[in-house]
C-alpha cells in the first residue's frame, strides 16, 4: 500500500483557540507556511467558500509554474469558483475531492476530480492517492477546523503548527481550530518561538 504524505495543519488562532472571530496576521502567516514548502495546499470547502465572492471577482495571473497542487474537500459538491482558483497564482492546479455521493457536477466543468468514499471523502484514500499518482510527500493543511479535526480523528495528522494571537475572540468566534478532534490527544512540543507584535508560533509532533 502506498505511504501516505506528511501532513501538516497550520493554523492562525486567537488564544482561546479559534480561526475566526478576530483578525489575524496575514503576512506572517503566509510567511510561515512557506516553512514546509508542500507539495499539496489541502483545503475543506468551507475556507474556500469563505473566499468565493473575492474570487470571483479577482483576475488571478494563472497557474504559478512549480507552485504546490490545492486540494479542496467537496463532499457535498458545492464549490464553483475552480477557475478562479486554479488562475489565483498560487497553486499550479487544483483537484476536486468528491466522493460517491457528490451531486452530479455541471457538464464540461474544467477541474480534476478525485472520488473516495461513500457519503463523504475518504480523507486517508484521497492523501495516498495523491501520494502515488502526484508524487505529494508534504501536504500542509488550510482549514479553518472542520477539515483538521476530521484529519485528527482520522489519525492523519503528523504536526500542528499554531500561531497564537494575542486577543480573545470571544463570542465572536464561531470555528475552533481542532474542529470535532478527540479530545486529550497527547501532543509533543517540537519548538515555542515568541515573533513581533505579540505573536507567539507552536509548533507539535503527534
Ligand atoms: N485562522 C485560520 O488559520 C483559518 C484557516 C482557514 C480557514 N479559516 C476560516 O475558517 C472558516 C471555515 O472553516 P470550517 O471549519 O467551517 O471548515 P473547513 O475546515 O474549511 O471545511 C470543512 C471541510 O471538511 C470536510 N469534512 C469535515 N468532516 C469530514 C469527514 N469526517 N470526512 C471527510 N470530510 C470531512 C467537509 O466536507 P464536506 O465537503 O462533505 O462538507 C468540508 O469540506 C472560514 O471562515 C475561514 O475563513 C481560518
Redesign the pocket.
Known sequence: MAQRPYVVVH???SVDGA??GFQ?DVAR?YQLAQTWTEDLTL??????L??EEALAQAEGPGPAEGGPLLAV????G?VTQWEALRDAGHWSDVVALHCASTPERPPGRQVRELVT?AD??D?AEALRALGRDDGVRVVRV?????????LM?AGLVDEISLLVHPCLAGERA??F?Y?SAPAAAPLILATAQSLPDGLVWLRYHR
Open positions: 493554523v492562525g488562532m480561526t475566526t489575524p502567516f483545503a475543506g470547502a468551507d475556507t474556500i469563505a473566499q474537500v467537496d463532499g457535498r458545492r468514499g463523504r471523502v480523507l488550510d482549514s479553518g477546523g472542520g477539515l483538521t479535526g476530521a480523528t464561531t470555528r481550530w474542529g
